[in-house]
């Protein structure tokens, strides 16, 4: 039989020994679960370091610790005190509890007081503090907080006060609202499971002094409730109620009002809970919580409602006109458009010769080609290989042989879904990069209907005047993902040689984290789960190791304060690529100002799905293609937010009279912006409050034309519209006001109506953009009184005219497809040309060729093989100064005699044979481009020596 001694040995809980094993394994397991976790923040920091930006990662960084470590605290500090009191209070009750959990619990409290109070207090703080870090941006800006230079009209405060501060303190308020809300219920647990609380009994179910202690608690969230009414007071300048947001006559004449009784109430129920802890009952805490539910009721949604529809309904028009007013200034500045310089345009149809004599410049500079379907007659061209493809193309201004020229250009990008084999070594080692781009006049066509390329091939070739590239290799692109590991044993691929080898190389630049040690490689196996990066014999202590190489995934990364333009375009410099890439600041707190409408955006557009109603492209960033190198200049220093952002990242950001000038010639106005401005603009280029209630002058962007028809797709709605929507176009032109075609940005508007059935032309919008001003805009209005046709009215008239229809019945079949380019708004003075190309490409195996331009000049449609052709039917005369419209030859200067021209002929077969060997397509095309052009001067020298004869 067992002894006492040896019953209460076996009772004993574990030893000392085996409480610390196991907690060496739970540390074990804990860390082995977060070994990822580390490799990435280790990583990240190797990152950020090599990029010069370690000031973003450690800011950020700090940020979201002081956050949590003070808001921990403050909660562990605040939860712990309240329930050691409340169980210091429970175990001096009297023991006479029935429940035998209250037993077990003060039998254990009385030896271990502080477990469970430091457990649930330890528990909850991770949940309730966890909030904390996600406000970081808000803390930044808060800390920085900037004047704007304006105020707001209902409460006299400075806007900055709403974009800076107000967030994080309705943050604040919420956030101890549910701190002290967790507080009272695990109190009350505490109170429970000593005795305080026994819910069982019929009398005295609370002792008095855990009524006094929740009384305490309760007073504490009734004051945090009264400074958050006073606070809920400024959200009224963001009210939806009225017919404009900002606060309305209902917000301003009823709802303030009860917020401020709100504010009272809640003060007197704080009052009458400080007074219940000496009291200790529980008549005053119910008489406050019924005081303020029926306030908050009666007051706070009832009656405002009345007020809304007795009052300020039947008399819409003029109760909101003040508040009106106040939404379109707001609204004006917070979008940049208050100051937008407005000509009148009449948008005639002259047909005097003089007419394009006067615009020569603008003639010759029109562009033809887009940057949509154009993509995939790139890509047949000019992208060579498999493993390599033209992700998208941009339109921009360049000077070609000294002349200002819209060129389109393409980034040759790696394509790693189509690589020869899908080995590691291949994917990560040896095809690393794209190479160099193509480049053509925009507003020139080969004979045979295809860009004249004056950047081409492999190697990347110039010609014309275009710039050279001496670095052309691209590690930093669009779309592209995963990681890839340069300058190891195993050479890259640059492009592969006509004889079957391969032109390769090893990287000589700065990008990515150098893998300098066996720590940084497990590092980086841990983060990607890949353990080649570990053991991988190819890789040395100078191998650098890229990731993050989609540039606005990037961006994104370097600087995540700002959001980012959906179109990165590229510039060629001193040799090298680099991308630019449109950087916005934002915020939905300033107020009175209208929510923006992004419905004109492509969905992709990280605009698209963000909520604000301020914007301004504040920064351009420059990516270099070769090292990933970021270069953040400000290209707006008024603007407020970005000077918080200066002051919190003060060495990040670059003014823009940094920028190199090669780069900054090449600023464009951004089409995520105009896209925005130019939906807000229709509306709110009405000033006067009486007539924008109206809505009689309000304009709407116009459909988008689609091969000459109107589909469904994305919607613009104010009042109820909804219709698929124009994309801005950048096109070269002289807008009135300016002495040269500049690279511009245009939407065209058209007459609001509910259907929107209204597709005459009433303004168009243009964005410019100089190293100077980065975002300037200029509008053309024209007259009411008359009808001029809109882009969906002009793409009707090309498919009706019968000339047109004609051609596209005859070459949209026997396997061929016809579609119809952007149609490009060109100002000829006073006088309005609208140009679009026609593709024909194959069904079987699609490289789409502009075949024929088309015209329209007021009713006038012409369609001719060259844009010159269309000029002298619509002017009568052909303009001798329009270079580069008519079809160009892509081949220098031939021999004039017959032999010359068959030796050359001869000579070009040859080169495209071998092309076609080594899988050259591009240099193939070439060729018998310029045989056929060829052909076609011996054909004409023929000709002419028959009617000589």
Known sequence: MRVPQDMTRERRGPSRAQLILVGVVVIAIVL????????????????????????????????????????????????????????????????????????????????????????????????????????????????????????????????????????????????????????????????????????????????????????????????????????????????????????????????????????????????????????????????????????????????????????????????????????????????????????????????????????????????????????????????????????????????????????????????????????????????????????????????????????????????????????????????????????????EIDYQLPDGASSETHYAGSGGVRLSSLLVRAAFAMRFGDINILVSSLLTTHSRIMFERDLLQRVEMAMPVLHYGSNPYPVIVDGHIDWVINGYTTTANFPYSEQANTQALSSSAPLANTSFNYVRNSVKVVVNAYTGAMHFYVTDPSDPIIQAYEAAFPHVFQPVSAMPAAIASHLRYPSDLLAVQSAMYGIYHVTNPSTFYSGGNAWSLSAQPQNGSISSGSSFSFGGTSQNLMSPIYEMAKVPGTSSPQLALMEAFVPFSQSGGQQNLTGLLFGEASASDPTQLVALTTPSSGQIDGPALVASRIVSATNVSQEITLLDQHGSNVSLGGLTALPLGQNLLWVRPMYVSSQANPLPEIKEVIGVYGTQVAMEPTFAGVLRDIFGVVPSGVQGSSRTSTTATVPSSAAGLLAKADQLYSEAQAALKSGNLGAYQSDIEQIGQILSELKAASVTGKAAG
């Open 32 to 491: 082995l679960l977060s070994l990822k976790g580390l490799a990435v923040f280790f990583t990240d920091y190797l990152w950020f370091s090599n990029y010069h930006l370690g000031e973003v990662w450690s800011g950020v960084l700090l940020a979201k610790v002081e956050l949590w470590v003070v808001f921990a605290a403050i909660y562990l500090a605040g939860a712990l005190t309240s329930m050691v009191v409340a169980q210091r209070q429970g175990l001096r009750q009297p023991a006479d509890h029935d429940d035998e959990l209250v037993q077990r619990y003060r039998a254990f409290a009385n030896r271990r007081r502080w477990v469970l109070p430091v457990v649930l207090a330890v528990v909850t703080t991770l949940i309730v503090a966890s909030q904390a870090p996600a406000e970081w941006k808000n803390w930044l800006l808060f800390g920085h907080s900037e004047s704007f230079p304006m105020r707001d009209p209902e409460f006299h405060v400075n806007v900055g006060f709403y974009v800076f501060r107000l967030p994080f303190i309705e943050f604040l308020i919420s956030w101890f609202f549910l701190a002290a809300a967790f507080t009272f219920v695990l109190t009350a647990v505490v109170g429970y499971l000593t005795g305080s609380i026994q819910p069982q009994r019929r009398e005295q179910r609370v002792a008095p002094s855990m009524k006094a202690h929740l009384s305490v608690l309760l007073a504490v969230m009734a004051l945090i409730k009264a400074i958050g009414y006073y606070f809920q007071r400024y959200q009224l300048d963001f009210s939806t109620r009225g017919f404009v947001e900002g606060a309305s006559y209902t917000d301003v004449h009823a709802q303030l009002p009860a917020i401020n009784l709100l504010i009272f109430i809640s003060a007197v129920a704080c009052v009458l809970f400080v007074i219940n802890i000496f009291r200790q009952g529980w008549v005053l805490p119910v008489i406050g919580l019924g005081l303020w539910a029926f306030i908050s009721i009666v007051l706070g949604a009832i009656y405002p409602a009345i007020i809304q529809k007795f009052v300020v309904d039947p008399a819409q028009g003029q109760k909101e006109l003040p508040y009106i007013a106040r939404n379109i200034a707001a609204t004006r500045y917070a979008y940049d458009i208050a100051d937008v310089p407005s000509e009148p345009y009449s948008a005639t149809a002259n047909t005097s010769s003089s007419v394009e004599q006067a615009n020569l410049d603008s003639l010759g500079a029109a562009r033809l080609w887009g940057t949509s379907t154009p993509q995939q007659t790139f890509g047949k061209l000019q992208a060579i290989r498999s493993y390599y493809q033209f992700p998208s193309l941009s339109i921009e201004n360049d000077t070609i042989n000294g002349k200002p020229t819209p060129v389109i250009i393409g980034v040759r990008e790696l394509n790693a879904a189509n690589l020869p084999a899908q080995s590691w070594v291949n994917q990560h080692l040896q095809f690393t990069h794209g190479y160099g781009v193509a480049l053509a006049p925009a507003n020139e066509i080969s004979a045979a209907g295809n860009p004249i390329f004056l950047i081409r091939d492999l190697p990347p070739t110039s010609s014309g005047g275009a710039p050279t590239l001496t670095q052309p290799q691209v590690y930093y692109g669009q779309g592209l993902s995963g990681y890839v590991i340069a300058d190891s044993r195993q050479a």
